[in-house]
């Protein structure tokens, strides 16, 4: 070890030339790091969805969800299948073993056995198979209508919703255009719809019936391929195209026509108006009806970039979009929360280096103190040059595994750089103090920080979607480590042993004028810290002082009683074992697998049963909005602080990831204002809030509960 290190001194430029570039290269590669809030990846699990409209549960499940189970039993890799019917969906969920490496191979033996069922009801639409994977929504804009309507009046006259979906629309497409925005979803919107009225009478008229129509419908709004006219000079595609997607082209379908050349429209026979699905779906931002924009950030987009660039858009580019009357606001900003983490990382970062350099100053020395201080950085830098390289991100995950090491970095360091001091003491030169010190201490050093890594690698063989959350905190916690070993080993020394030549530097006379005037310029800047340097030798010899008393007054006679009595020490220990198993079996030390966080969102989903009219969801639901109204204006805000930034309440729809819904489901989630702002955790404001609600009769299920972002769920 010893050649080594000597070899690492005698080429100090070389050495300060690979610090340096660890360094700049290290800023460089954190500033281009991608900021998210969760690791993106995708989940072991396969969503199978096949729209039945009309289908009651028992006939979604004959027709659909059965044949599913059957035909993908067989599939390896499958550890579990569940299947929900409801009216209208057959949904079936399949989660692979965690020995599944390829999941898109599975994914396409599943569609391709779905595909292959031939007994399948005439009426089910397209199916949708998709491997789950954790969607990160970076921004939320809302778009409210005017204030002067009422939600009853706005949702009686469909032109206003219509009105509404195509002004978010229009800012949908916008934001498209936009480079940076590559997924823009809408929630709380219906899907478009056609629809087409003739009166009874009106086809009897005509010895029609509806089948009748909808067949000609059917037939003519179509588009299909003709195939290929090959001549000598070109060749033609042919092409039948009369796909029609507006209400007034749809009108103009010819029914019947006579044989003296009269044609019988649709429009002749009813009326054809552009609406929205026969569903329900109800949606207030603030208490006005509203639509949002969920921006979702993409694996290779910067959350915090997203962000600033859709901020952007809301306060220039939005407004010119809206009619007279409509608001835009910002819903939910999630970059707050990724900044937030960063700002404590750096916070705990700097003063940790502070502290390190404080205590080493007092018992030690301190240029000893300030070298092994910039370990720190230099070693996060490294790990974030290796981060970068393996196309890693800075997200809650890595954050906290950054904050986790941060008080076993300097370990190492400490431990050489006192060692090297002490060799200093015994009267050796700096050069041959450092390389003895290092070396001295090297097989201990070496020995804990591979003790630390081996204890975090079996991290990163976990298995399932847990495995995948957490895989980026053991990589975090060894790069780290094995980078603050280099620099402890090689680095700090070659630091260290070079302040005798200072020293020389320093006793021998400056010759020449431009000499002696260049030292005055340098000790004129350095005054202050050369006064500073004096005043931290003051303490450190008050500090020796007080110590060395301590360890003759205090420690050394204990420790002289438990080497005579050895018995009595090991007692001591095992009681102390016996107390924390203790405390841990008895209850007083708890286990949970993910720290409760405050939650920026909290929300309260409501469900009754299936077949419940849609105004007794929307009486529930404004039931709980005007809980959470009440709440935030008297008893929070009173006392507290406001709570409540924006209330959304939907009805029709509690999960805009979810393909379920009906007027049986509600919803109400409430943006909270930022911590700072409130007195309240998101856990106390959900318990005041489910007291508040109290007792709704005959519903199902009723939940509060808040975004906590770990993969698991609550």
Known sequence: MKPMIRWAISNTPGMNMLLLGIVVLGIY??????????PLFDMEIITISVPYPGASPEEVEEGVC?????????????????????????????????????????????????????????????????????????????????????TEEFYANPENELLLRETAESMRQKLLQHPEFKKVDLSGVRNYQIDIEISEQKLREYNLTLQDVAGIVRRQNIEIPGGTIRTESEEILLRGKAKKNQGADIAEIPVLTTPDGLVLRIRDLGEVRDDFLDTTMIQKINGRPGITLTISKTRAEDMLTLCEKARKFVREEAPAFLPEGYEVVTVADMSEDIGEMLDVLLENGWQGMLIVVVCLALFLDLKLAVWVALGVPMAMLGAG?????????????????????????????????????????????????????????????????????????????????????????????????????????????VHLSHDNQAQETEKTPATGPIRRSAKRVVDFFLYPFSRFYTFSRHCNKVVNRLTQGFIERAYSPVLRCFLVRPLLFLSLMGCVMLLAVGMVVGGLVKFTAFPEEDSFIVYADIVFPDGTPAAETISAVQKIESAIKTLDGESIAAEKGKAADIIISSVGNIDEDSPLGGSNMGRVMVCLTPISGRNLSSMEILNAWREQVGEIPGVESLKFAGFDGTPGGE
Not at 130 to 142: N, P, Q
Not at 429 to 454: K, L, N, Q, Y
């Open 385 to 493: 040059c290796v981060l970068f390289g393996l196309d890693e991100t800075m997200n809650m995950m890595s954050i906290f595994a950054f904050i986790m090491v941060l008080g076993i970095l300097v370990d190492d360091g400490i431990i050489i750089g006192e060692n090297i001091y002490h060799h200093r003491e015994q009267g050796k030169d700096f050069v041959r103090a450092a390389v003895d010190g290092t070396a001295e201490m090297a097989p201990s050093v070496i020995s804990s920080v591979f003790t630390t890594c081996i204890a975090f690698a079996p991290l990163l063989f976990l298995p399932g979607m847990i495995g995948k959350f957490t895989a980026i905190v053991p990589t975090v916690v060894i790069v780290t480590l094995l980078f603050s070993l280099f620099d402890s080993l090689f680095l700090l020394p």
């Open 66 to 150: 059965q044949k599913i189970e059957e035909e993908v039993q067989g599939i390896e890799g499958i550890r579990k299948m569940t299947s929900c019917a409801v009216e209208g969906m057959g949904i079936v969920t399949l989660e692979l073993e965690t020995y599944v490496k390829d999941t898109q191979k599975t994914l396409n033996e599943v569609r391709n056995a779905v595909d292959r069922i031939p007994s399948f009801p005439h009426l089910v639409e397209n199916k949708t198979i998709a491997l789950e994977a954790i969607r990160s929504h970076a921004f939320m804009i809302g778009i409210t209508a005017p204030s002067d309507v009422s």
């Open 29 to 38: 590669c954190f500033s281009s790091m991608r900021r998210e809030m969760v």
